[in-house]
């Protein structure tokens, strides 16, 4: 299950860079920034929710070791 979570991990963090490289900077909020900006958040909320995840999996493992 790690080696999944750190898949998607990774993958996830492709998808921020990639989200970067599609922003104009000369014009953030115009054009098709905003998909870049929703790819952007999807990306970070989807890593944030697999440490969580992954953190919630270590937690549990301690509480299964000590009853």
């Known amino acids: 299950m790690k080696i999944f979570t750190?898949?998607?991990?990774?993958?996830?963090?492709?998808l921020v860079i990639f989200n970067i490289t599609q922003l104009d900077f000369n014009n953030l909020f115009g054009g098709d920034n905003a998909v870049a900006f929703i790819g952007i958040a999807a990306s970070c909320c989807a890593i944030l929710i697999l440490v969580i995840f992954r953190l919630s999996k270590k937690i549990d493992d301690k509480m299964n070791d000590k009853l």
């Open 6 to 14: 750190n898949i998607l991990v990774f993958l996830a963090s492709a």
